[in-house]
Nanobody
Framework: QVQLVEAGGGLVQDGGSLRLSCAAS????????MAWFRQAPGKEREFVAA????????SYANSVKGRFFISRDNAKNTVYLQMSSLEPGDTATYYC????????????????WGQGSQVTVSS
């Protein structure tokens, strides 16, 4: 079992920055990937970013590439999502996710989820 605890959501102005964190506990040694998804009102849950333990680098949705950066601290079993140049369109609930078996951008690949962090970007 893996538990994911998120922190760092909040309200920022257009163009601002925010960093989300996701601390994993439990059987974290079994994980092969961690990712961030987001869901805005009236929209489907969408992939944001992911980091695979055995991949050559992180993956990003085109909508956030160049603005968002995912990183991980192996010692703390924590992943981060550094968000810069935030736009009102980034307003959503952000969910941390972890996978024990698959890597990729589909939410069905992920087995564990954080509680969600609200990010609101005001115009």
């Amino acid at each position: 079992q893996v538990q994911l605890v998120e922190a760092g959501g909040g309200l920022v102005q257009d163009g601002g920055s925010l960093r989300l964190s996701c601390a994993a506990s439990g059987r974290t040694y079994s994980l092969v990937a961690m990712a961030w998804f987001r869901q805005a009102p009236g929209k489907e849950r969408e992939f944001v970013a992911a980091v695979n333990w055995n991949n050559n680098g992180p993956s990003y949705a085109n909508s956030v590439k160049g603005r968002f950066f995912i990183s991980r601290d192996n010692a703390k079993n924590t992943v981060y999502l550094q968000m810069s140049s935030l736009e009102p369109g980034d307003t959503a609930t952000y969910y941390c996710a972890a996978s024990r078996y698959y890597t990729g951008t589909a939410y069905s690949h992920y087995d564990f989820w954080g509680q969600g962090s609200q990010v609101t970007v005001s115009s």
